[in-house]
Every structure is written in structure tokens, then in C-alpha cells.
């Protein structure tokens, strides 16, 4: 499935996952290929991604990466929108 990341500064990842966690409104939720299309709401958290998609260059050090090999970004809110295995995040 396809992730893209988009702030107001730039689009700041792109590329296949095999999984993303993002922090809705009423709890964090995961996404996996093929999951149902929903557009949601998020609050404050961490985004979190599994797979080797693009991140832009100069903004590397948004993202750090834990043990189980997720990368990570924390937001302060934004929008999710999934439809036909491609995930945009509008993140503020």
C-alpha cells in the first residue's frame, strides 16, 4: 500500500508500507493493505509506519525509528484520508 506524508512545509514521505498506525481522535487505529476506505480525523500523537517508503531530504530528523523497526513522527494533528490502498496524512 501506498503512504504519502504531507505537511504544510512539503510533502515528506512517500513511497510503500506495510502497515500505519495513526492517532484518531477516538484512539490510534492501524491500517493494513486493503483495509476499508475512511477519512478521519487525528489528534495529537505519533504516526507510525512500517516499510521503506521515501523520506525528503532535510527532513530526516522528524522521524526516529524504534526496536520493531517502525518509523515514527510525532504530529499535532491533521487528517487521514485511505482509499484503494493509498494513505495520505495531512499533518500539521
Do not use: C
Request: net charge negative; aromatic share 6%.
Amino acid at each position: 500500500m501506498y503512504l504519502e506524508i504531507v505537511t504544510p512545509e512539503a510533502s515528506i514521505v512517500s513511497g510503500e508500507v506495510e502497515s500505519v498506525t495513526v492517532p484518531g481522535v477516538e484512539g490510534p487505529f492501524q491500517m493494513l493493505k486493503n483495509h476499508a476506505a475512511i477519512v478521519s480525523l487525528l489528534d495529537a500523537g505519533k504516526v507510525k509506519f512500517r516499510g521503506n517508503p521515501t523520506i525528503a531530504e532535510g527532513f530526516e530528523n522528524k522521524f526516529t525509528k524504534e526496536d520493531t523497526g517502525k518509523w515514527v513522527l510525532e504530529i499535532n494533528g491533521g487528517t487521514v484520508e485511505m482509499n484503494d490502498n493509498k494513505i495520505i496524512v495531512l499533518a500539521d
